[in-house]
């Protein structure tokens, strides 16, 4: 497959190199110094773009390739209040986007886990639940947009709960999931979700030992959605 790369940093070149160890061919690496490249590419020969950027780039990247018909496999996190739009220009344009706050299989296994294990704890009035998440300190969004899938989880499954918020921000209530982020190096990403009461905790934690598992998913994603139309997810993608 013909694959470009919108975004080429820490997570584009991994990217990269998996696409073409796996046979398939870069036809362009886009950062912020390189865009007027965009315009020498011709979209026909495009089999699908891969978007790692940043939150303030993503829109305007996805935006590019879904107007020209081009199926876009996004993973940056911190814009999806532009999400809805792009769904729309996806099936204006008859084409397909891809969206996951995490393309890492042992994630996707921790969202069901950790959907499964809210399921549980939605009538233990005893316990307080909190999430941590931990990154490298040149993230840009806080929390991650994993963090944010998983409280969106837990404040489904727990009635009692209305909506996340950063623990550094002033108040708390009982309503609100507390969610603290860390930024150390060079940690690619690690979450726990935590159910302490006076008598015990109860503790689910994932942890990416390096960035590989988040870019073969990408990848495997957009070997996958070659000829698909509408707007995915993994739900979608993931046979279990
Ligand atoms: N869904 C998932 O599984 C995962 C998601 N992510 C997310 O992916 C995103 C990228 O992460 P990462 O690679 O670590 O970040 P980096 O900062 O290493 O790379 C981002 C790249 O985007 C480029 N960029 C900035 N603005 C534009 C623009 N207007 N057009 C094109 N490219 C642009 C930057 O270019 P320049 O260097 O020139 O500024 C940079 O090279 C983040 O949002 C992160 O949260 C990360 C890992 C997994
Ligand atoms: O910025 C990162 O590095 C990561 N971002 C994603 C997120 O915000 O959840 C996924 C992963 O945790 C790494």
Same mark, same amino acid.
């Given at each position: 497959?013909? +694959? ?25 690496? +886009? ?19 891969? @978007? ?68 549980? %704890? ?5 316990? $307080?639940?909190? %999430? ?6 040149? $993230? ?35 309503? @609100?999931? %507390?969610?603290?982020?860390?930024? +150390? ?56």
């Amino acid at each position: 497959m013909n +694959i470009l790369l919108l975004g080429y940093g820490k997570m584009g070149k991994i990217i990269g190199e998996i696409a073409e160890s796996r046979g398939h061919h870069i036809v362009g690496k +886009i950062n912020i110094d390189n865009r007027e490249d965009l315009s020498m590419l011709d979209p026909d020969t495009i089999d699908v773009a891969i @978007e790692f950027s940043q939150p303030d780039a993503a829109f305007e990247n996805i935006s590019w390739a879904i107007n020209r018909k081009i199926p876009v496999v996004s993973g940056t996190t911190g814009w999806l209040e532009k999400k809805p739009a792009i769904a729309s220009l996806t099936l204006e344009k008859e084409t397909a986007f891809f969206y996951a706050s995490n393309f890492s299989v042992g994630v996707n296994i921790f969202f069901r886990v950790n959907r499964f294990l809210a399921g549980l %704890m939605k009538d233990q009035k005893d316990y $307080k639940v909190t %999430m941590e998440e931990i990154h490298h300190t040149e $993230k840009k969004d806080a929390p991650s947009g994993t963090a944010i899938t998983l409280a969106e989880a837990i404040i489904d499954e727990i009635p009692s709960l209305r909506n996340w918020k950063l623990a550094e921000d002033a108040s708390e209530s009982e309503k @609100e999931l %507390m969610i603290t982020s860390k930024r +150390i190096d060079p940690a690619p990403g690690t979450h726990i979700v935590r159910y302490r009461s006076e008598i015990d905790d109860i503790e689910i934690s994932h942890t990416a030992h390096s960035r590989k598992g988040f870019a073969l998913g990408a990848v495997l994603v957009a070997e996958w959605i070659k000829n698909k139309n509408g707007v995915l997810s993994m739900d979608d993608f993931l046979s279990f």
